[in-house]
């Protein structure tokens, strides 16, 4: 696609139920990025793919996060039992990766997430 | 520990005038770093990326330097136009694959 594609672009939830944040980013970008945005924070790393592997996962805070990312294309991230603090803004980000490091990020708008 | 450090508090300055933000990491030897523009509600936007052998780079009105000694980044927005107001921020590559955001500076540009 043009650009990076995220859904929901806004989801509540009720503490405790599960959620699936959905990225489609740049057709043939092989790398592909999640950070997460509390309010008026800076961005916080979560997890890196490099076509469908995870070579980087150490910014996931609690094993209730996971993600996939399959087809080297469509990535989801999953939260379970969601909590209060789980409340911030998702975004995803792809570039064309295989080497070319030098590349700046493309962005979707997030999805943003309230846990009530 | 790693650190990035952007000015917290807003930068205000007038139209026509030269804005410069200040970008300072510790304990990071990055190979690049990129400055993004974030709007309200959002994703960041890239602007610019600058590499560990280059002194400035240059965008239109933009200009970024990169002094590897000092471990700073200046970004530079010569003659401000008040669509410049937005939040900047800064990231160093962390290992090979990874930037690492600061938390930005907000600039404003009054008419």
């Known amino acids: 696609g043009a650009g990076v594609s995220q859904s929901p672009s806004n989801k509540v939830t009720e503490k405790g139920k599960d959620v699936e944040l959905r990225c489609d980013p740049i057709?043939?970008?092989?790398?592909l990025y999640w950070y997460r945005q509390r309010l008026g924070q800076g961005l916080e790393f979560l997890i890196y793919?490099?076509?469908?592997?995870?070579?980087?996962k150490s910014g996931l805070p609690s094993d209730r996060f996971s993600a996939e990312r399959t087809g080297e294309s469509v990535s989801t991230l999953t939260i379970q039992r969601t909590q209060q603090e789980d409340s911030a803004v998702y975004l995803c980000?792809?570039?064309?990766?295989?080497?070319?490091?030098?590349?700046?990020?493309?962005f979707g708008s997030g999805t943003r997430l309230t846990v009530v | 520990s790693q650190k990035i450090e952007q000015n917290s508090e807003a930068l205000n300055i007038q139209e026509g005038k030269t804005a410069t933000l200040t970008c300072n990491y510790t304990n990071y030897s990055p190979a690049y770093l990129q400055w993004y523009r974030q709007d309200p509600g959002r994703g960041p936007v890239f602007l610019l990326l600058i590499r560990e052998n280059e002194k400035e780079k240059r965008k239109e009105r933009l200009k970024v330097t990169f002094d590897t000694t000092l471990k700073q980044s200046l970004f530079h927005i010569t003659a401000s136009q008040p669509a410049d107001s937005a939040t900047y921020l800064c990231a160093p590559n962390t290992g090979f694959q990874k930037l690492v955001f600061g938390t930005g500076t907000r600039l404003l540009v009054s008419p």
């Open positions: 793919f490099q076509g469908n592997s995870a070579p980087d």
């Open positions: 057709s043939g970008h092989t790398a």
């Open positions: 980000a792809s570039r064309p990766g295989g080497g070319r490091e030098n590349y700046g990020y493309t």
